[in-house]
């Protein structure tokens, strides 16, 4: 049944929602000189970037590049800090909470760009002192700038606005920059990881647009979903931040805002669940840092001025939280990584979505709005929503859990897993001699390998068992990952063959496994104590 009740509060909440933070004195970004009809090419913003610099307090922000795309645009991070900072490394020894804000990973989901702009404007200009004082943060307002400037009226078509049209969601190797957190294959996404390992952030927010089901809400949002996140920042998360960013979102701005999910199922069986576990998705990916993670998705049905606005102001109360509950926060990470330092830890893996919570979700609707020529249909989403009972899925589970070995040891290491771990922050070393080590091996049965390539790969997984413990000659050259380390459980992730998304999905180890000559043994063995 729905609630007549909860249909009409929500309709006023639709019909009232807030607008945009009014326009400020200083430079104006490409959709506010446009009346909300297009969108910042990058060249634009990197111009209205550097036209932040006339203000008042422009000297907060100093931007800077972390790399360049494939096409050879520069990536550029803005970082705010009070006193300023000339570098991200500077701030890590203030004592205050970091916090990475990424805007437009999708080249065709710019609210997110263009919010960031907004609050860059405001910083500069002298507003946000006292959150200064507490956070340190760093933007970057256009990830995907190569896909961001392929811009045209038919890429998601559907969607409310703006008008002149949007990016590709890839990038210009026809990558989807949201799967590439592992296996780093991108300039963009290794470029970031660079960043992290310099800037090491509490807390990383990615923001999105989402063309998904129809429903009640302006955005969705989720933690990161990896059953591999320390349960510490996983309660905080669940229990303490997000509760208090939505109840702020819907007592300062009017917006509603819930768990990312879509409806699945019909009738009875229907319910609203969440998307995916795995890290190659970047918020998942940083909830194995032992960091926390936010990932925002404005509802691309809203029209385009109201998907910046409450973009915005999401990012707004996440730091306004941040500057109340940062020290906690920092705190939680710092004890994540003593435990996880210490070698303690397990590794999750055999992953599906947990049962159903009863809850009420806001079920929208929209209108079919035909656009001229051939360009499509957009999607307005009308200012009604029903409250609906039904179940809600917003977390995973892992049927199995072993914990960590001593290392990780890989006798023959391909090309290039040297330089990935690296990049990863990962900390290893190479066996400058033969050395006896307790192992066990993963015994390989078969491969399982996708018919279709995904993100440029045939997706492997090994189907197999370990063995005995028995003590070996490890030979010199071995890569050895100790347990013992702040990323332990990305080194698992990353080098197990019972992981879910492994180097090995993405087939780094394909040279040295033959499907054919199966059975065979995993190339990555795991040291016991002796």
Same mark, same amino acid.
């Given at each position: $049944?729905?609630?007549?009740?909860?249909?009409?509060?929500?309709?006023?909440?639709?019909?009232? /929602?807030?607008?945009?933070?009014?326009?400020?004195?200083?430079?104006?970004?490409?959709?506010?000189?446009?009346?909300?009809?297009?969108?910042?090419?990058?060249?634009?913003?990197?111009?209205?970037?550097?036209? =932040?610099?006339?203000?008042?307090?422009?000297?907060?922000?100093?931007?800077?590049?972390?790399?360049?795309?494939?096409?050879?645009?520069?990536?550029?991070?803005?970082?705010?800090?009070?006193?300023?900072?000339?570098?991200?490394?500077?701030?890590?020894?203030?004592?205050?909470?970091?916090?990475?804000?990424?805007?437009?990973?999708?080249? @065709?989901? +710019?609210?997110?760009?263009?919010?960031?702009?907004?609050?860059?404007?405001?910083?500069?200009? *002298?507003?946000?002192?006292?959150?200064?004082?507490?956070?340190?943060?760093?933007?970057?307002? &256009?990830?995907?700038?190569? !896909?961001?400037?392929?811009?045209?009226?038919?890429?998601?078509?559907?969607?409310?606005?703006?008008?002149?049209?949007? @990016?590709? %969601?890839?990038?210009?190797?026809?990558?989807?920059?949201?799967? &590439?957190?592992?296996?780093?294959?991108?300039?963009?996404?290794? @470029?970031?990881?660079?960043?992290?390992?310099?800037?090491?952030?509490?807390?990383?927010? &990615?923001?999105?647009?989402?063309?998904?089901?129809?429903?009640?809400?302006?955005?969705?949002?989720?933690?990161?979903?990896?059953?591999?996140?320390?349960?510490?920042?996983?309660?905080?998360?669940?229990?303490?931040?997000?509760?208090?960013?939505?109840?702020?979102?819907?007592?300062?701005?009017?917006?509603?805002?819930?768990?990312?999910?879509?409806?699945?199922?019909?009738?009875?069986?229907?319910?609203?669940?969440?998307?995916?576990?795995?890290?190659?998705? !970047?918020?998942?990916?940083? @909830?194995?840092?032992?960091?926390? /993670?936010?990932?925002?998705?404005?509802?691309?049905?809203?029209?385009?001025?109201?998907?910046?606005?409450?973009?915005?102001?999401?990012?707004?109360?996440? =730091? %306004?939280?941040?500057?109340?509950?940062?020290?906690?926060?920092?705190?939680?990470?710092?004890?994540?990584?003593? %435990?996880?330092?210490?070698?303690?830890?397990?590794?999750?893996?055999?992953?599906?979505?947990?049962?159903?919570?009863?809850?009420?979700?806001?079920? *929208?609707?929209?209108?079919?709005?035909?656009?001229?020529? &051939?360009?499509?249909?957009?999607?307005?989403? =009308?200012?009604?929503?029903?409250?609906?009972?039904?179940?809600?899925?917003?977390?995973?589970?892992?049927? /199995?859990?072993?914990?960590?070995?001593?290392?990780?040891?890989?006798?023959?290491?391909?090309?290039?897993?040297?330089?990935?771990?690296?990049?990863?922050?990962?900390?290893?070393? =190479?066996?400058?001699?033969?050395?006896? $080590?307790?192992?066990?091996?993963?015994?390989?049965?078969?491969?399982?390998?996708?018919?279709?390539?995904?993100?440029?790969?045939?997706?492997?997984?090994?189907?197999?068992?370990?063995?005995?413990?028995?003590?070996?000659?490890?030979?010199?050259?071995?890569?050895?990952?100790?347990?013992?380390?702040?990323?332990? +459980?990305?080194?698992?992730?990353?080098?197990?063959?019972?992981?879910?998304?492994?180097?090995?999905?993405?087939?780094?180890?394909?040279?040295?496994?033959?499907?054919?000559?199966?059975?065979?043994?995993?190339?990555?063995?795991?040291?016991?104590?002796?």
């Amino acid at each position: $049944m729905r609630s007549a009740v909860l249909l009409c509060t929500s309709c006023l909440l639709f019909a009232c /929602s807030s607008t945009p933070a009014p326009e400020r004195e200083g430079p104006r970004t490409v959709p506010e000189r446009t009346g909300w009809k297009e969108t910042s090419p990058h060249a634009d913003v990197l111009a209205f970037l550097s036209q =932040l610099d006339r203000l008042d307090h422009a000297e907060r922000l100093v931007r800077f590049t972390f790399g360049a795309t494939n096409e050879g645009r520069e990536m550029v991070a803005v970082l705010v800090a009070d006193p300023p900072a000339r570098a991200p490394e500077e701030v890590r020894g203030r004592g205050t909470f970091r916090i990475l804000i990424n805007g437009n990973i999708h080249g @065709g989901e +710019v609210e997110g760009k263009e919010a960031i702009q907004l609050l860059l404007r405001e910083f500069a200009s *002298g507003e946000h002192r006292g959150l200064l004082e507490h956070v340190t943060l760093l933007f970057v307002p &256009d990830f995907n700038a190569d !896909g961001n400037d392929r811009i045209d009226p038919h890429h998601r078509a559907t969607q409310n606005g703006p008008d002149g049209g949007v @990016g590709e %969601r890839e990038n210009a190797q026809g990558l989807d920059l949201n799967r &590439d957190f592992l296996k780093l294959e991108s300039p963009e996404c290794r @470029g970031m990881l660079d960043l992290v390992r310099r800037f090491d952030p509490h807390l990383f927010l &990615d923001l999105h647009t989402t063309n998904g089901s129809y429903h009640g809400y302006h955005l969705t949002y989720s933690p990161s979903l990896s059953t591999n996140v320390d349960d510490e920042i996983d309660a905080f998360a669940r229990g303490t931040m997000i509760p208090a960013i939505r109840g702020e979102m819907a007592r300062r701005h009017r917006w509603r805002i819930f768990d990312y999910g879509n409806f699945q199922g019909q009738g009875d069986e229907r319910s609203w669940a969440t998307y995916d576990h795995r890290p190659r998705f !970047g918020t998942n990916y940083f @909830g194995l840092r032992g960091r926390f /993670s936010l990932l925002s998705e404005a509802y691309s049905y809203l029209p385009f001025e109201e998907r910046v606005a409450v973009t915005r102001d999401f990012v707004l109360e996440t =730091l %306004r939280f941040a500057a109340r509950e940062g020290e906690e926060m920092a705190s939680i990470c710092a004890r994540v990584d003593a %435990r996880r330092g210490s070698g303690e830890g397990v590794f999750r893996y055999d992953t599906e979505l947990a049962p159903p919570v009863a809850g009420t979700v806001l079920v *929208g609707a929209i209108e079919e709005v035909q656009l001229p020529g &051939d360009q499509g249909t957009r999607r307005v989403a =009308l200012p009604v929503a029903e409250a609906e009972p039904m179940g809600i899925q917003d977390s995973f589970r892992s049927r /199995s859990a072993d914990p960590l070995p001593e290392a990780w040891a890989v006798p023959e290491p391909p090309d290039g897993l040297a330089g990935l771990l690296q990049r990863h922050g990962i900390r290893f070393r =190479l066996l400058p001699a033969t050395e006896e $080590m307790w192992v066990r091996a993963f015994d390989l049965s078969h491969i399982e390998r996708a018919e279709a390539p995904y993100q440029g790969h045939r997706e492997c997984r090994p189907v197999g068992s370990f063995g005995a413990r028995e003590l070996r000659r490890l030979p010199s050259g071995t890569l050895l990952v100790p347990s013992a380390q702040p990323l332990a +459980v990305l080194a698992a992730q990353l080098l197990d063959p019972r992981s879910e998304d492994s180097l090995f999905t993405w087939d780094l180890f394909e040279g040295l496994l033959d499907p054919a000559a199966c059975p065979c043994e995993f190339p990555v063995l795991r040291v016991s104590p002796g």
